[in-house]
């Protein structure tokens, strides 16, 4: 329905899991991120740098910027865990990709990656998606006219019985 909407571009759903990742020894702060459809160009292209493209079920593709900060390496497993009492688990390494929308992992102190939607639940999270990406087909409407264009959607998806609890327009 988003999607036939007229003012809409693209729309992309994403799910963001926080956790650790052990590679090389130390532990470091991770953000994984599973979409709807990774072969997609229309919002945040992802460049294919080396390994696997799109994740495969039960592997990690790391963004590049984070791959030395990660202490990982191409092929080799690592050690993830949410926070709390979950178990540590075992991933493999399956590609390197580059998201030019993301400050670089070193800078950040994050290892950024992506994984499927079935790895994130098979990692903990819960199923599904609980973030809408979207792009309007304006690009000269200004933040305020992009901001009018996603509370009428955060209204539509409300009537749905869907909650929303922010709108973040960059």
């Given at each position: 329905e988003i999607r036939a909407r007229p003012e809409i571009a693209a729309v992309r759903?994403?799910?963001?899991?926080?956790?650790?990742?052990?590679?090389?020894?130390?532990?470091?702060q991770a953000q994984l991120q599973a979409f709807d459809d990774f072969t997609?160009?229309?919002?945040?292209?992802?460049?294919?740098?080396?390994?696997h493209w799109p994740p495969r079920e039960g592997e990690l593709v790391i963004e590049?910027?984070?791959?030395?900060?990660?202490?990982?390496?191409?092929?080799?497993?690592?050690?993830?865990k949410l926070a709390g009492p979950a178990q540590q688990q075992?991933?493999?390494?399956?590609?390197l990709v580059?998201?030019?929308?993301?400050?670089?992992?070193?800078?950040?102190?994050?290892v950024y990656g992506?994984?499927?939607?079935?790895?994130?639940?098979?990692?903990?999270?819960?199923?599904?998606?609980?973030e809408l990406q979207i792009r309007v087909h304006d690009g000269s409407a200004d933040r305020a006219?992009?901001?009018?264009i996603a509370a009428a959607l955060k209204l539509r998806l409300e009537q749905a019985g869907l909650r929303v609890s922010a709108i973040e327009v960059p």
């Open positions: 759903a994403r799910r963001s899991l926080s956790l650790s990742l052990q590679g090389g020894g130390a532990w470091r997609a160009t229309d919002i945040g292209r992802l460049q294919d740098a080396s390994g590049r910027s984070s791959l030395e900060f990660s202490g990982a390496s191409l092929g080799e497993p690592v050690a993830l075992s991933i493999t390494v399956g590609g580059r998201d030019v929308s993301l400050a670089p992992g070193w800078m950040e102190h994050v992506f994984a499927s939607p079935a790895t994130l639940v098979k990692l903990g999270a819960p199923a599904g998606f609980d006219a992009v901001r009018r």
